[in-house]
Structures are given as structure tokens and as C-alpha cells.
């Protein structure tokens, strides 16, 4: 049987979720950056009259608002994009169990099983998804479907906003075979540049080069590519709850001033270290070994790690052992630019429960309640969100009272 494919993609994800809250900035260009003054000026999402006007994702402010000096700029607010990103899979949901993300606004479905619960052209379903989410949340998005993964994305870029394009096996090499080969899933500049010294410049020209010729210009990557061309490709939609876990958990940060000092730098090393400890245990994850990358203003890093006596998931484990690799390899008066910290060697909690019980059953007992306390915490932040509850080593200084 023929598989069915369709790849959503939110359009102007970012910007169209702040829209929601500015129905008067509707028609106008806006576009969502990061602060500034914390060095993150620049363009993070856009909406279609910012694009028209020339504004582009990754550029810095000053290069948006050159292009469009009329140009609205909003702050980023990601815990509501993760919120959004949730409300749209579960709609996704509705029409198949085979639902796989790809970031956050952008997903695969395979409904080859569940079409005829629906309708009988899969365009209608992809057209039904559409109207739900624009009813139900207030967004737009595209939808391609076709028989595979690769081709299903590019039916999703290939008409924005707000439509669905169909590509088949009778009309993918009219459609897609044309574009250049950058349009491809995974073709970077360093590729499409070595495959123009060969005269491969359209997805064409890539499905008709044979295999070996292409793995010898790129590598394992070129059969991979030739495949996409060529629509070879069948990967499975592997839904969410099949995924395999992550390797690492990192947190990084680029300080608005250069930090100096243990007391900046372990305050820093917290908040990183409250965040990891907070992803491992939404993962049901401990962590054995605790990694540090240093950034200093001329944009040289160093990188130490330390292995830990025990498996943790504790915010308090990880930023001890985080402060003792800054201790041991840094400079106190040294500036730091950014700071990263990774929970690294991840086990399952249940593995991780195994392996402490060989350890003292005093120390056990005081992580645990450490470790019931910053659940508790967790609870909190997911009902009221994450700035409701921080250790107190992250609260601001009190403000100076004016004097009578």
C-alpha cells in the first residue's frame, strides 16, 4: 500500500502566537527578536509583510529594521510557543497515532491507516487539519502531502501560507526536480557548492547523477541525498513515544555583562544547573558525568567534565560539580562570556535508583527529600510557569529603600 505522508508547518510560528495577544499589530510588519542588551539582537521569526519587506530570520535588528524602518519588534516567549506547539500535536492526534515532530512548528503525520475514518483524498484531510487549527488556536499553517518524508516537507514549503500542496509519484520531477539543490532537506551551502563543481545545481541534476558517483563527491551523505532527489526514500513517521532519549542535557547562556567572580559565576552555574536537572527529570533521567563549557569575551572555550559519585537528577549535585570544574580551570577575576552546563552518561531513573542503593543509606535519604522538593517545585512552575519558584541563590537583590 501506497504510504500517506503529510508534514505541517505553522507559518511565522513565533510571531503569528504573539499576533494572537496584538490583534491591532495584524497587517503590520512584525517581527519576534531576542533582547539586545543580553547580545541575542537578532531577527528569531517574522511574519509575511515582514517578509515582503525584506526582513529575514538570523539577521540582527539594526539589519530588520534597515530593510523595514516601520518594522514592530516583540519579545520572544517561549514557554508559550512549547504550550502552542503542544495544543497543535494533540489536533494533529485526532487523525493518526503516527505523529512525529520535527521542531516545534513543524511535524510528520502518516494517516495511510486512518484516511478512510476521514475522507477520501488525503488532500481533504490535510485541508480538514488546517481548519481545525486556524478555528481552534488562531494559526495557519501548510501541509504537503506525499509518499514520503523529504517530499512531504517540501510539499509544506512549496506554497505558503495556508495551503496544501500535493506531490505524487506522476508529478514530483515536474515540481521539484526544477529547484535548486539547496530546497532539498540537508543540503547545506558546503554541499550545494561542492556538488556545483560537478554541475549539479538542481534536485534533477541530483537524481539523475548515480550513487556512487555522489558518495564519492560527498560521501555516505551523497547516497543519502540522491535517495531524497530521487524519491527512493522511506523512512518511517516515528511517533514521539518511540523515540529514542537524549544522549545529553545541556543549558547555556550568554551573559548581557561579562560575568567575574565565584559568587557571579556559581549564581550563573544554578540557574544552568536548575533547568538541566529539571529537563532530566521531565525525562525520567539521571545524569553520572557533569560537563562545563567557558566562554570568554574573545570567543575562546574550554570544556572539562567530571564524573559523579552518584547518578543525580538534583540541581544542587549538578551545580556543585559545575562549580568545581570552574574552580579548577578558570581564573576567578577572569571575565566569562557564556556559560554551558551539561548533564552527560544519562541513565533511567529506575537504573539510577539501582545503583544508589549500594551507597550509604543517609546520604540516600537526603536526596530523596532533595529530590521530592525540587519535583515539588517543578509542579509549581508547571501550573504557574517557570519564573513562579527559584532557589534563592536567583533571586534578584532587594531594591534600595529610599532613605525618610
Not at 280 to 307: A, G
Not at 372 to 394: N, V
Amino acid at each position: 500500500m501506497e504510504r500517506i505522508i503529510l508534514h505541517c508547518d505553522l507559518n511565522s510560528f513565533y510571531a503569528s502566537v504573539e499576533l494572537l495577544e496584538h490583534p491591532e499589530l495584524t497587517g503590520l510588519p512584525v517581527a519576534v527578536c531576542g533582547d539586545p542588551a543580553s547580545r541575542h539582537g537578532v531577527i528569531l521569526a517574522k511574519n509575511e509583510p515582514a517578509k515582503a519587506a525584506g526582513v529575514k530570520t538570523a539577521q540582527t535588528i539594526w539589519q530588520a529594521r534597515r530593510a523595514c524602518p516601520g518594522l514592530v519588534l516583540l519579545p520572544a516567549h517561549h514557554e508559550k510557543y512549547h504550550r502552542f506547539s503542544r495544543l497543535v500535536n494533540a489536533i494533529y492526534e485526532r487523525y493518526t497515532d503516527l505523529v512525529e515532530p520535527f521542531s516545534i512548528d513543524e511535524s510528520w503525520l502518516d494517516i495511510t491507516g486512518s484516511l478512510h475514518l476521514f475522507a477520501d483524498h488525503p488532500r481533504w484531510v490535510a485541508d480538514d487539519i488546517r481548519r481545525a487549527v486556524r478555528e481552534e488556536l488562531g494559526l495557519t499553517l501548510s501541509v504537503g502531502v506525499s509518499f514520503n518524508k523529504v517530499f512531504a516537507k517540501m510539499g509544506s514549503d512549496y506554497k505558503k501560507p495556508d495551503a496544501t500542496t500535493v506531490i505524487t509519484r506522476e508529478n514530483f520531477r515536474e515540481l521539484l526536480w526544477p529547484l535548486p539543490v539547496t530546497e532539498l532537506l540537508f543540503v547545506g551551502r558546503a554541499a550545494a557548492a561542492a556538488l556545483a563543481g560537478y554541475g549539479i545545481r538542481t534536485i534533477g541534476d541530483l537524481a539523475r547523477t548515480d550513487r556512487e558517483t555522489l558518495t564519492g563527491i560527498l560521501g555516505k551523505q551523497g547516497a543519502t541525498l540522491h535517495d531524497y532527489a530521487a524519491g527512493t526514500e522511506h523512512s518511517p513517521v516515528i511517533p514521539a513515544r518511540d523515540m529514542p532519549g537524549p544522549k545529553s542535557v545541556g543549558s547555556g547562556l550568554t551573559f548581557p555583562r561579562n560575568l567575574t567572580g565565584w559568587e557571579q559565576l556559581g549564581t550563573a552555574a544554578a540557574s544552568l544547573a536548575d533547568d538541566v536537572a529539571a529537563r532530566l527529570r521531565r525525562h525520567s533521567l539521571m545524569c553520572t558525568t557533569v560537563q562545563v563549557t567557558i566562554r570568554d569575551p574573545d570567543f575562546r572555550d574550554i570544556c572539562r567534565q567530571k564524573r559523579l559519585e552518584a547518578p543525580t537528577c538534583i540541581s544542587r549535585d549538578i551545580a556543585r560539580a559545575a562549580m568545581d570544574l570552574i574552580r579548577a580551570s578558570w581564573r576567578p577575576q577572569a571575565p566569562v562570556r557564556a556559560l554551558t552546563v551539561t548533564a552527560q552518561a544519562l541513565v533511567e531513573e529506575a537504573q539510577a535508583g539501582e545503583q544508589l542503593s549500594l551507597f550509604a543509606a543517609g546520604a540516600d535519604r537526603r536526596r530523596e527529600k532533595r529530590e521530592k522538593l525540587e519535583r515539588t517545585m517543578d509542579g509549581i512552575r508547571g501550573r504557574y510557569g517557570k519564573g513562579a519558584i527559584s532557589p534563592a541563590c536567583q533571586a534578584p537583590p532587594p531594591a534600595d529603600k529610599e532613605s525618610p
